[in-house]
């Protein structure tokens, strides 16, 4: 157990629909990271928060939006759901900002969201 | 942005010796490199990280040349239970640190 707890395990929704995905982190940790992970991209970073403001964003959809509150939860929110957005979703988090320093990533056991 | 690069997989025997090489040639100076294992249907877990030279831990090694272009995680010993995709993080160089996945070794390990 990483620690790291994403809910719902599993999601089923239409498309043109929005759902959110929600992670708690490690106690004490103040990053939080999203990823997609689909069979034919591999792990691909969405976003990352640290202690609640956005630090750096990567490949993420304008349909996409996240935000971490001042418990330091985090909820990514998917909107006007398509087809291939269907796929795992993971939450990792760390204690530090970034891989810029000695910081590993703990992930959660992830998201899988299926688009009908 | 950075690419990583691995081999797609790799085939091994119990009780061998198994090296994973991952290419990075973008590299940001600062950054560290890690390794995780991903069994299907589960998230990443933590095996190694390092900075240079070499890292080891109760459950692999970590070698990193003083170019730091590449790095290869050998896992001494496999059993059937070492059978899941590994992967290499690192972050892009300038900017932002970006977490950037290699696509994932996917070790199989034979009886």
């Known amino acids: 157990d990483s620690g790291v707890t994403q809910t719902p395990k599993h999601l089923i929704t239409a498309t043109g629909q929005r759902v959110t995905l929600r992670c708690s982190p490690r106690?004490?940790?103040?990053?939080v990271y999203w990823y997609q992970q689909s069979l034919d991209q591999g792990l691909q970073f969405l976003i990352q928060?640290?202690?609640?403001?956005?630090?750096a964003k990567g490949n993420i959809l304008e349909r996409f939006s996240a935000q971490q509150f001042p418990d330091l939860h985090s909820e990514l929110n998917l909107s006007s759901l398509e087809l291939g957005d269907s796929a795992l979703y993971f939450c990792?988090?760390?204690?530090?900002?970034?891989?810029?320093?000695?910081?590993?990533?703990?992930f959660g056991a992830g998201t899988r969201l299926s688009v009908l | 942005l950075a690419k990583t690069t691995q081999p797609i997989s790799m085939d091994s025997y119990e009780g061998q010796e198994v090296n994973i090489t991952c290419s990075h040639n973008?590299?940001?100076?600062?950054?560290?490199i890690t390794w995780y294992q991903q069994f299907p249907s589960q998230g990443p877990r933590f095996i190694i990280q390092?900075?240079?030279t070499k890292v080891t831990n109760e459950v692999a090694s970590l070698f990193i040349p003083a170019d730091r272009k590449s790095s290869t995680l050998s896992l001494p010993r496999v059993s059937l239970s070492d059978t899941a995709v590994y992967y290499c993080?690192?972050?892009?160089?300038?900017?932002?640190?970006?977490?950037?996945f290699g696509r994932g070794t996917s070790l199989i390990v034979h009886p």
């Open positions: 990792a988090s760390s204690v530090g900002a970034s891989g810029r320093e000695k910081n590993i990533q703990y």
């Open positions: 106690s004490g940790d103040l990053s």
């Open positions: 928060y640290y202690n609640g403001e956005e630090r």
């Open positions: 973008n590299i940001a100076t600062n950054d560290y």
């Open positions: 390092g900075y240079k």
């Open positions: 993080l690192v972050g892009v160089s300038g900017g932002s640190y970006i977490p950037t």
